[in-house]
T-cell receptor, first 111, second 115 residues
Framework: GQSLEQPSEVTAVEGAIVQINCTYQTSGFYGLSWYQQHDGGAPTFLSYNALDGLEETGRFSSFLSRSDSYGYLLLQELQMKDSASYFC????????????FGRGTSLIVHP | SQTIHQWPATLVQPVGSPLSLECTVE??????LYWYRQAAGRGLQLLFY??????ISSEVPQNLSASRPQDRQFILSSKKLLLSDSGFYLC??????????????FGAGSRLTVL
């Protein structure tokens, strides 16, 4: 089977930088994705890493270390609208390449 | 561009009643289709996925079923709802592009309350 661990909640202030970690266990790892979900809304895709290293998309960056089975999402210049839940999801041959999601991290941004 | 429609957005059903949630995708052909369920404050649990018409894989044994009568239509059903079926149901699609990334695009969701 596959499992993912991420913190349940993270708090930060506007303008700060926050990192949301994700560790995973799976067989036939292929890639790690991140999704954002605002309250009452649907998840939306943020980023995907298949290779080690950092992928940057505007204020958001995602990092992957395959050897450590670890990744993180980095959010810079936090804004109030970044308050949401963030899910990591692993894609693996052991799961037919269908994303398996973590339980999500609730990010609360304070003014 | 591709769009995904899911309905109804909200429904309240009594225990033992039937259920039908519908999802359609526009602007693409032969998409992979998925049904996920999200309990309050929890992650997304994969219920069913489909790689083609009439091809359904079930991930969790339960009283729900899924059907794909047309290429871009995915239906989630139940003959008799249980209290534990309450949750936020999300339909999603991904392209068959061979990348393995399987980026999901979700519908707006259907919030089901079983009383």
């Amino acid at each position: 089977g596959q499992s993912l661990e991420q913190p349940s909640e993270v708090t930060a202030v506007e303008g700060a930088i926050v990192q949301i970690n994700c560790t995973y266990q799976t067989s036939g790892f292929y890639g790690l994705s991140w999704y954002q979900q605002h309250d009452g809304g649907a998840p939306t895709f943020l980023s995907y890493n298949a290779l080690d290293g950092l992928e940057e998309t505007g204020r958001f960056s995602s990092f992957l270390s395959r050897s450590d089975s670890y990744g993180y999402l980095l959010l810079q210049e936090l804004q109030m609208k970044d308050s949401a839940s963030y899910f990591c999801a692993v894609t693996a041959s052991g799961g037919s390449y269908i994303p398996t999601f973590g339980r999500g991290t609730s990010l609360i941004v304070h003014p | 561009s591709q769009t995904i429609h899911q309905w109804p957005a909200t429904l309240v059903q009594p225990v033992g009643s039937p259920l039908s949630l519908e999802c359609t995708v526009e602007g693409t052909s032969n998409p992979n289709l998925y049904w996920y369920r999200q309990a309050a404050g929890r992650g997304l649990q994969l219920l069913f996925y489909s790689i083609g018409i009439g091809q359904i894989s079930s991930e969790v044994p339960q009283n729900l079923s899924a059907s794909r009568p047309q290429d871009r239509q995915f239906i989630l059903s139940s003959k008799k709802l249980l209290l534990s079926d309450s949750g936020f149901y999300l339909c999603a699609w991904s392209p068959v592009d061979g990348s393995g990334a399987n980026v999901l695009t979700f519908g707006a969701g259907s919030r089901l309350t079983v009383l």
